[in-house]
């Protein structure tokens, strides 16, 4: 008979995974202003307090558009939309900071608590707000003239990113700033995808009132990629918006957008730490696919690799000789664009292979691709029977040591490459166990 304690270690033991793979990674959070009126409110910024003390780096993204309606309302005063769009004139926009600047204050209380029995408990996070979207006028478009509405110009990434190294939660309000001191009301899908596009999230998190995206029939869809969300027939208009949000993130190098309810407890715990999860996730590897190459891909390679071969980072490879080796690599294609590259060459008479030639476009670092590539070939290296792979290298020695090779001796290499060493360039050598 399985007892309660029992089945809390197992719970934990089957998330402890997922808590390993997420620590260190950057995650934005959308929420509407919506979710600030809802009970389940304050459960939510439990869970996120929960998040930061396991590591993981959080950029809260609030908006407030019902709270600006509301002050509107008691104000008298009426405001116009356009294409979704709310018009801000100068009246509306004094409301607009003012929703705003509460609600920001009232999500920085939260994250203040100390609740007993709570995951606030002892709790000492750092919230930092501050003015990191500059904007700019949407202007007149056919004829209408948004006055103090705005777009996202640019974000500060330097200025997040220290932040969140300093182990600060980063929240924006939906602000903008131009540099003549001009303050834009900016839309709560806008600030998420540019934000999370330009710090390089690993995840944009976004909450809705239902579980995630459902279809037409009222069906849950679990997971979809980017390359589907066109066929999608999506009803609700809150939804398609946030799907399509969603897919502009991917588009923008986002790995993974979640959308999930903030009416159900626990729904953020339950996306990030079961494998089910608990509502949409949309991913963006549809877009980017692993393939071998072959002959016709020689003079994308040959682009990617030859910038790091003129720096000596990569040893020198002919045409004659890359034409004779293709079907070594594999390849990460964007839009028929040839963005990373990576080559197994099998020994197996020693049980054993080299990983050679890991290239991202430099448009591209910073989006795990290496890992990728690297996994699917120790995958494939696996699949040829070999217990082991190793990599020479002169610059990169660190990368290889983050993803769990172990430098050895030259003498540990098969008898074939050791007389193929080149003693010039003396390089490091790195082996891992599979």
Known sequence: ??????????????????????????????????????????????????????????????GSRPQIAQRLERSGLETAFHD??????????????????????????????????SPMQGARIRVCSGNFVTARPIGVVNGVDFHHTGKVRRVDVAGIRHQLEDGSIVLISPLGYSPTGEIFSLGLEDIAVHCASAIGADKLIMFGEGEGISDAGGNLIRQCTVGEVGALDIPDRDQASMLHAARSAC??????????????????????????????????????????????????ILELIQPLEQQGVLLKRSRELLETEIKRFRLLERDHRIIACAALYPFAEEGCGEIACIVSHPEYRGGRRGQRLLEELETEARRLGLDRVFV????????????????????????????????????KVFFKAL
Not at 278 to 292: F, K, M
């Open 1 to 62: 008979m399985t007892t309660p304690g029992r089945a809390n270690i197992r719970w934990l033991r089957n998330t402890a995974p997922y808590i390993n793979a997420h620590r260190g990674k950057t995650f934005v959070l959308m929420l509407g202003g919506e979710v600030a009126q809802h009970e389940n409110f304050a459960n939510i910024f439990h869970d996120i307090a929960l998040l930061n003390s396991l590591g993981v780096r959080l950029v809260l993204v609030h």
């Open 84 to 117: 979704g769009m709310r018009i801000t004139d100068t009246a509306t926009l004094e409301h607009v900071k003012d929703a705003a600047g509460s609600l920001r204050a009232q999500i920085e209380a939260l994250l203040s608590m100390g609740l007993p029995n």
């Open 251 to 300: 588009l923008a190098g986002v790995a993974r957008s979640h959308i999930i309810s903030y009416n159900n407890d626990c729904a953020l715990l339950e996306e990030l730490f079961t494998h089910d999860g608990s509502g949409t996730l949309v991913a963006s590897d549809n877009y980017e696919q692993a393939r071998e190459a072959n002959i016709d891909d020689v003079g994308g």
């Open 392 to 427: 020479l290298t002169t610059q990169t020695a660190h990368w290889f040591i983050e993803q769990g090779f172990v430098e050895a001796s030259r003498d540990a290499l098969p008898n074939k490459k050791q007389s193929l060493y080149n003693l010039q360039r003396n390089s």
